[in-house]
């Protein structure tokens, strides 16, 4: 059959686009959490998983090596089961609702974050890596004899991956609501991830409504992570500046008590000084400004259903962000420099 013929010889292409894909994606990811592996701790911690700071570690890497193997498409079906089964149990961590919902609302199942990467996992470890991969030119051009130097040779790069990449530094910032706040954030060229979550407070891993109740001392809060050679503090504090209403201290737009208030909350001594400058610079502007400067504390990851919200709930997001006079307030104080990034 043509159509037959056809499918057989896009799968392979087709197989090789979807490795690549997920490849650098569970890798990027897997770096991402190595980075920012205290948020990752913290969010095991307050999922109740056993042993969180092992935990963390291990899912880290397993979807960084794991990640970078599928790239070049070594042991693949191996690395795709292992793979496979760690978005699984991120289902029945993070997710769980969304498993639990399967059948009454397999919407949420699909728009869960470990849904595009648990999919094509399976596809691969179903249908194998496509053309061009190492575990492709082993079979078909190494001899037995030189096979074993290609797999560790390519072993050697693999574990060389995580040096690659370039140094980055970190960011924190309340802003009132932190969807708000990661999406402004998420928009600045040279940031590399936003994390929602709780910061500047007394109490270990809360939740978002011990935090939204106002007891924990905790501030709504994003971490930024970000290429320093791409873009500097000092304009992160510009684009945090004209997201926030500097005067209003009782919290931030709609969102009142001291558990929306802003702050910038600095690292070393270098973002304290950018920061205290930035905000001397404003007050000939601003006389009365309310916005704290605090040294950072432990920052604690919010709830998998609050992180990037705004792209998960894009209509109740904006219907939000509008209905809380957040962009028209920014106006008010800004101008034309409002939601700059």
């Known amino acids: 059959m043509v159509t037959t013929r056809v499918l057989d010889r896009l799968r392979d292409p087709l197989l090789l686009a979807l490795r690549l894909f997920i490849g650098w994606q569970f890798f990027v990811t897997g770096k991402g959490k190595l980075e920012s592996i205290d948020n990752v701790v913290a969010f095991f911690t307050h999922l109740g998983l056993p042993m969180p700071g092992l935990t963390a570690h291990f899912v880290a890497w397993v979807e960084l090596l794991g990640g970078a193997l599928l790239f070049v498409g070594l042991f693949t079906r191996l690395t795709a089961l292992v793979l496979t089964v ?11 609702t969304a498993v639990k919902h399967f059948f009454s609302n397999p919407d949420e199942f699909v728009q869960a974050t470990p849904f595009p990467y648990f999919l094509i996992s399976l596809i691969i470890l179903a249908f194998g890596a496509g053309v061009f991969s190492l575990d492709w030119i082993v079979r078909r051009f190494v001899n037995a004899k030189t096979g074993p130097r290609v797999v560790v040779a390519a072993a050697v790069a693999l574990l060389a991956f995580p040096m690659l990449g370039a140094p980055t530094a970190k960011a924190t910032f309340a802003m009132g609501c932190f969807w ?3 999406s402004d954030m998420e928009k600045v060229a040279g940031v590399l991830t936003v994390v929602s979550g709780y910061t500047g407070g007394s109490v270990k891993s809360p939740s978002y409504e011990e935090v939204s109740g106002g007891g924990t001392g905790h501030r709504e809060s994003v971490e930024v992570t970000y290429d320093p050679a791409k873009v500097t503090y000092e304009h992160l504090l510009a684009v945090f500046w004209h997201n926030v209403d500097p005067l209003d201290n009782q ?4 969102d009142k008590g001291a558990q ?3 702050a910038i909350f600095y690292h070393d001594a270098a973002q304290k000084q950018a920061a205290e400058a930035s905000k001397a610079a404003l007050t000939k ?27 998960k709930n894009p209509v109740r997001y904006h219907f939000y962000r509008f209905n809380c006079g957040r962009d028209e307030r920014l106006k008010q104080v800004w101008g034309a420099e409002a939601n700059s990034h």
Do not use: S, W
């Not at 978005?87 to 029945?92: D, S």
């Not at 919290?251 to 709609?254: A, I, N, Y």
């Open 285 to 311: 502007r601003f006389p009365h400004i309310v916005t704290d400067i605090l040294p950072a504390q432990a920052f604690f990851v919010a709830e998998e259903y609050h992180q990037d919200y705004y792209k």
């Open 180 to 182: 708000c706040g990661e």
């Open 251 to 254: 919290g931030q737009f709609c």
């Open 86 to 96: 760690n978005m699984a149990v991120a289902y029945l961590t993070a997710d769980l």
């Open 260 to 262: 929306y208030r802003a």
